[in-house]
């Protein structure tokens, strides 16, 4: 390349090879005055920074460019590639091409070289791309098609015929109910003696990495992971180059990992994770494979990607010895849904207690009480999604508003309606008087600041926020979604409406903030309540009941 003829230069970075792309060989490369750098949208701030402001800087979208968007001012060109495979490098080497550019420059991510490319070469990469383009697939779901029958054939057993060595795998471990959940039980499953190990997908959802730590649980980032076979490690690079196939790379990872640490039983917590736990514990010989189940399945939903999970389930269905849910109602829809016999799917109810949330105080601690100049204090808690319908509970409080009540409400937690919802305070009138507070790392606060808690879901599995304002001694008031009726005695510990039915939900409430004395009555009886029936340990008897259960039966749903 000539170092002198440096001007009218366009650099075209493309998503995969963005960390190649240094300042240092951008400089190299081209004149400030006369170029333009071209970069995909998460890589142009740290090259702002790290350049300049001399420097013109384009970002273009992550699916890539479109044909035609670069004017044709540019006497050359250099690209910034991966190898040429797929969509996203078809647009670029087309962008390139239409630029106007007389010469160019391509370097590999492999080395750090660049070499000059005819145009004529140029239109045969753009061939090799669109041809793999169409090749990755076929090879991505012909090696998943081999490594799912590899794994019929290994299977091993128990040491001894007991399970000693636990591994639970998540997409991550940030301060969510799931994720809570599986802390509690882990607690209890160190105590009984069990060796575990916890597995995350995403590397940067940890926050609570430490407390499984100080329980004694060894916590693993997959995407670290590279104690792996030469094999293993090609396909784990290869796959890992495109987001689409990732979960080839992840299955490899994980059965190598469960492999080395001679795991006997993993378990995999919600959708995501079972799809890469289930052919990853077959593979690695894992003596049980379970999967989590979280939810009820309510095809309704406009927000849950039905069809292509439905697929998905029912072509790794036989790679799990048995299912764990949460709820009744989720194991029923998750059998009906995908197939699965229903007789091995067990059910445990989730737990609560001290180790998770520290003990409440009583619930006449810290709470002002109502009266006609104190306002009631009303709490939501769920992402704002379509299946909390959190515009029903903005919808409650209007009719409280409407029938002369005093009292304010929060509504903790965050969603892609969080806007709309705002606009429907707005428009209500209940700006001074409802409250979004967004996303809370701790809830203790608020469920203490509360004097009742609101669900509106269309559909739950087993509701975590409603045992929670239980155990902080508020009553509630809740739909019939999931195992809420379970939870809650309609009438003892608050009251269950039907779904969608505002006018019954207000109605409940209402009732409940015009007397508050009542109403600590109904939460002392829910606190006693969800003491006795969800407690850790009863988690983790009805857990440890279920694997040995599907030992002793021998159920796999193939």
């Known amino acids: 390349m000539d170092p002198l003829n440096k001007e009218n230069t366009l650099v075209l970075i493309s998503v995969g090879a963005a960390n190649q792309a240094t300042p240092d060989s951008i400089r190299r490369l081209c004149a400030p005055a006369s170029s333009e750098v071209w970069a995909p949208e998460h890589a142009v701030e740290n090259l702002r920074r790290e350049l300049g402001s001399e420097w013109k800087l384009v970002s273009y979208p992550e699916t890539g460019l479109v044909m035609g968007t670069i004017p044709p001012v540019f006497r050359r060109c250099v690209l910034f590639l991966l190898p040429p495979f797929g969509q996203r490098c078809r647009r670029l080497y087309c962008a390139a091409l239409r630029s106007g550019s007389t010469r160019f420059f391509v370097c ?10 005819r145009r004529v070469r140029l239109l045969f990469a753009m061939l090799l791309a669109e041809l793999g383009g169409l090749m990755l697939p076929l090879f991505a779901g012909a090696m998943y098609a081999a490594l799912l029958a590899l794994a019929r054939l290994k299977r091993r057993p128990a040491a001894g015929g007991r399970i000693t060595r636990l591994a639970f795998f998540v997409g991550g471990l940030d301060l969510g109910g799931a994720e809570r959940q599986l802390l509690a039980l882990c607690l209890g499953l160190l105590r009984k003696g069990y060796e575990v190990h916890v597995v995350r997908m995403d590397p940067i959802a940890r926050a609570l990495v430490p407390r499984f730590e100080e329980a004694g649980a060894r916590c693993w ?3 670290a992971y590279e104690q792996l076979t030469t094999c293993e490690r090609f396909l784990v690079r290869l796959f890992d180059r495109y987001p689409r196939y990732r979960n080839i790379g992840a299955v490899v990872r994980l059965a190598a990992l469960l492999r080395n640490e001679r795991v006997d039983l993993v378990q995999s917590m919600l959708d995501s994770a079972n799809f890469v736990a289930g052919p990853a514990g077959r593979l690695a010989g894992a003596a049980l494979v379970v999967g989590g189940l979280r939810n009820t399945y309510c095809t309704e939903d406009p927000e849950y990607p039905w069809g292509g999970f439905q697929k998905t389930y029912r072509r790794i269905a036989w790679t799990f010895d048995g299912w764990i849910s949460n709820s009744r109602s989720g194991a029923a829809t998750f059998a009906s849904w995908t197939g699965i016999p229903a007789h091995i799917i067990r059910t445990v109810p989730n737990g609560i207690g001290e180790e998770v949330f520290p003990a409440p ?5 810290g709470k002002t009480a109502a009266g006609p100049t104190a306002p009631a204090k009303i709490l939501f808690v769920g992402r704002l999604v379509w299946q909390k319908r ?11 508003q409407q029938r002369g009540i005093l009292f304010t409400a929060r509504m903790a937690g965050d969603g892609h309606l969080r806007a709309s919802l705002q606009t429907q305070i707005h428009d209500k009138g209940l700006d001074s008087l409802l409250t979004l507070v967004g996303k809370q790392s701790e809830l203790c606060e608020l469920y203490e600041w509360a004097h009742v808690l609101v669900a509106t879901s269309a559909y739950e599995g087993f509701p975590n926020s409603i045992m929670e304002a239980h155990w902080f001694g508020l009553p509630v008031v809740t739909t019939d979604a999931g195992e809420a009726a379970a939870i809650v005695a309609s009438g003892e510990t608050g009251f269950v409406a039907p779904v969608g039915d505002i006018e019954a939900l207000a109605e409940r409430v209402s009732r409940l903030v015009s007397d508050l004395e009542e109403a600590r009555r109904m939460g002392r009886l829910g606190q006693c309540r969800v003491r006795s029936l969800f407690s ?8 440890i009941e279920s694997y040995t259960s599907m030992i002793v039966s021998g159920e796999a749903s193939r």
């Open 108 to 117: 590999r991510t492999h080395t750090p070289c660049f070499k000059e490319m």
């Open 221 to 223: 980032d997959l995407g």
């Open 361 to 365: 105080r009583s619930s006449e601690q």
């Open 390 to 400: 959190p515009q029903d509970f903005v919808e409650v409080c209007h009719r409280l």
């Open 536 to 543: 850790l340990s009863q988690l983790t008897e009805r857990t």
